[in-house]
């Protein structure tokens, strides 16, 4: 029988819901499940599985903890990050790790966009401007306009994907920075693959979607928003380490970008003194992009997508480590 272990690692434990454990059960799949606090756990529950299903943050699947899964084959990370899971280690285990982006593509690329619109709008500054008693000013109207624009996407995943379609009626151009996403594959997307560099140099608004990895930490810093223009808009709804933040908040108060909308920070939550709260030019929300009234069921929903497909021999639809195909046993469902 396929056996899938079920990690939670956050508070509160979650309650399966019964067709969860129906459907599994339909694809003769054997469920073990157990909220985890410590990495001992994991190893035990997990020792003889072929997947292990994390649903959380904290980082309890270590180099060490994949030692002790003889069996496993794939590591589901319920979510987009991958960042609390080590997957160089898994990578040179021949161990898949696959990830759910599809269920937050919807509330993340909304929150995209409203933050881009917040900050053209300056909604949020004139809505305390009101609330304090105040009315019109010049400084409460952004010097500029949306149409026309070019937003420059640095990762092309379901996210930035979903956010180019949502935009599609605004009369923007696009360009993307993406190693792994062909030019054709953008050119069906109408988005320009360009280098890193290009996109800070053109892009008036430039949105972040690529995970954190080693290669990706602190990817945005002061040589990049040194390159970026002096009325442009960063957006970050990826994670928080991706920018030097004490970079971003020089560029932003000596003028050399006008303006940041941040959904995510180095440190969570983001500290009481931090600069960025003081700033009038940067509009924040409490890394909450991903929430909605259909998330829990969307997590649950495309993680047993991928158990499902797992179980049948079949890859799962979304992976972040594609070198490892030619050795985990999954075919894709063309071949």
């Known amino acids: 029988m396929f056996k899938v272990a079920l990690v939670h690692i956050d508070e509160p434990n979650p309650l399966i819901p019964d067709w969860v454990r129906h459907q599994l ?9 157990q909220q985890c606090s410590v990495s001992l756990e994991v190893s035990a529950l997990a020792a003889d599985a072929d997947v292990v299903w994390v649903f959380g943050g904290s980082e309890l699947i270590t180099p060490e903890t994949l030692a002790d899964l003889k069996r496993c084959r794939a590591i589901i990370r319920t979510g987009s990050g991958t960042d609390n899971i080590p997957v160089d280690e898994a990578t040179e285990r021949g161990i898949l790790v696959v990830n759910t982006p599809q269920a937050t593509m919807d509330p993340v690329s909304d929150h995209v966009i409203g933050l881009m619109l917040s900050v053209l709008r300056w909604i949020p500054r004139q809505d305390r401007v009101m609330r304090q008693g105040g009315w019109r000013s010049d400084h409460l109207v952004w010097n500029g306009h949306l149409s026309g624009s070019t937003v420059g996407l640095v990762g092309l995943g379901h996210i930035a994907r979903r956010t180019v379609q949502k935009l599609s009626g605004f009369d923007l151009e696009f360009m993307a920075y993406d190693p792994h996403v062909s030019a054709s594959d953008m050119t069906e997307l ?41 009325k442009s808009i ?27 909308a941040l959904d995510v920070f180095e440190t969570k939550p983001l500290t009481l003194d931090s600069r960025l709260r003081q700033l009038e030019n940067v509009v924040l929300t409490p890394h909450v992009a991903s929430e909605s009234d259909q998330v829990s069921e969307d997590f649950w929903r495309y993680s ?5 497909d797992m179980a049948q021999g079949f890859l799962p639809a979304s992976f972040v480590n594609p070198q490892v195909v030619d050795r985990c046993g999954f075919t894709s469902r063309d071949s």
Not at 25 to 33: A, K, W
Not at 202 to 223: C, M, N, Q
């Open 25 to 33: 059960e339909r694809q003769h799949v054997d469920l073990s499940f």
């Open 190 to 230: 109408r988005v320009v693959k360009s280098e890193l560099d290009d996109v800070l140099r053109k892009s008036d608004i430039v949105s972040l979607h690529t995970p954190l990895t080693d290669e990706t930490y602190h990817l945005i810093g002061e040589r990049e928003l040194q390159l970026m223009k002096p």
């Open 234 to 260: 960063l957006i970050n709804t990826a994670r928080g380490p991706v920018v030097d933040e004490q970079a971003l908040v020089r560029a932003l108060t000596e003028g050399r970008i006008a303006a940041a």
């Open 304 to 308: 047993v997508e991928a158990v499902t």
